[in-house]
């Protein structure tokens, strides 16, 4: 059993930044993949980035290519997700999943989710 939560949501203007956490429990953290995904409103949630349970393979939805990076802190627990150059089309519901799998950007093996966190980007 994995619980996660995400902190760090919240209003910035567009070019701005955030640096989101997700922080898990449990002792097995490091033996999973970790996700960022989110979710617009009227929208289906969608892949945002994925890093491999050692943080050594990292992937990116094309559209935060280059603007967004993911890693992790096994030590800690804890994954992140640094968004710069922030625009309106990435306000969403952020969420943090964990998958038992060496790494995927899909949703089907991601298994544990947290709550979500707001972020909004204003023009």
């Known amino acids: 059993q994995v619980q996660l939560v995400e902190s760090g949501g919240g209003l910035v203007q567009a070019g701005g930044s955030l640096r989101l956490s997700c922080a898990a429990s449990?002792?097995?953290?490091?033996?999973?993949?970790m996700g960022w995904f989110r979710q617009a409103p009227g929208k289906e949630r969608e892949f945002v980035a994925a890093?491999?349970?050692?943080?050594?393979?990292?992937y990116y939805a094309d559209s935060v290519k280059g603007r967004f990076t993911i890693s992790r802190d096994n030590a800690k627990n804890t994954v992140y997700l640094q968004m710069n150059s922030l625009k309106p089309e990435d306000t969403a519901v952020y969420y943090c999943?964990?998958?038992?799998?060496?790494?995927?950007?899909?949703?089907?093996?991601?298994?544990?989710w947290g709550q979500g966190t707001q972020v909004t980007v204003s023009s």
């Open positions: 449990g002792r097995t953290f490091s033996s999973y993949a």
């Open positions: 999943a964990a998958a038992k799998v060496v790494v995927t950007t899909t949703l089907g093996p991601y298994d544990y």
């Open positions: 890093i491999s349970w050692s943080g050594g393979s990292t």
